[in-house]
């Protein structure tokens, strides 16, 4: 998850445009998650995922990460946490609106990859109250932003976290990839 120096994870209204990303993070990302099998998205960023990437690799103008990512999505079982979307018929996709922590463990269980969560702030937020995120794969931006929307909110408890990674890109951006609970 993008991050700013200060915590937030979008502006005030989600903006997203003070993120820095290339071809170097474009790399480093689409090898880490090519590794795994399941990817978990709030509502919102799933649309915003779904608008774009099924048809991404098929545009004249495609990246290479744009192709890679595309081909990535249309494969990945995709999980959605909402109570407010239906979806029986959506390929490779399972909508969770209720027992979130049973649905999300029993999904931990089932898989021997990592689950990957993209993005998604309010998703998030369930996650981390429930205690049910084992890892924190962050790229620190180099921005403060002053307001907007925090990674970290209404924490009940203290979280201790070993630092497994750390990785400096040319953009500026820093990666911290930390376990949960060491």
């Known amino acids: 998850m993008h991050i700013s120096?200060?915590?937030?994870?979008?502006?005030p209204n989600g903006e997203m445009d003070w993120i820095k990303v290339d071809q170097e993070i474009f790399d480093h990302?689409?090898?880490?998650?090519?590794?795994?099998?399941?990817?978990?998205y709030g509502r919102v960023t799933y649309e915003m995922m779904e608008?774009?990437?099924?048809?991404?690799a098929d545009k004249p103008n495609a990246t290479k990460h744009?192709?890679?990512h595309s081909k990535w999505y249309k494969q990945v079982q995709k999980i959605v946490l909402?109570?407010?979307?239906?979806g029986a018929d959506l390929p490779n996709t399972t909508i969770i609106s209720d027992n979130l922590s049973d649905k999300i463990n029993q999904i931990k269980k089932e898989s021997d990859n990592e689950i990957l969560l993209f993005g998604s702030p309010t998703a998030t937020h369930s996650l981390i109250q429930?205690?049910?995120?084992?890892?924190?794969?962050?790229?620190v931006n180099p921005i403060i932003l002053g307001k907007?929307?925090?990674l970290f909110v209404d924490i009940k408890q203290k979280t201790n976290l070993?630092?497994?990674?750390?990785?400096?890109?040319?953009?500026?951006?820093?990666?911290?990839?930390?376990?949960?609970?060491m």
């Open 51 to 56: 608008s774009y990437w099924p048809t991404a």
């Open 130 to 139: 429930q205690n049910l995120v084992d890892g924190y794969w962050l790229f």
């Open 66 to 68: 744009d192709i890679e």
């Open 82 to 86: 909402s109570k407010t979307m239906e």
């Open 29 to 40: 990302v689409g090898k880490r998650i090519s590794e795994g099998d399941t990817a978990l």
């Open 148 to 150: 907007g929307i925090p």
């Open 162 to 181: 070993k630092l497994m990674s750390t990785r400096q890109f040319n953009c500026g951006v820093t990666e911290l990839n930390y376990e949960v609970g």
């Open 5 to 11: 120096l200060d915590g937030f994870v979008a502006g």
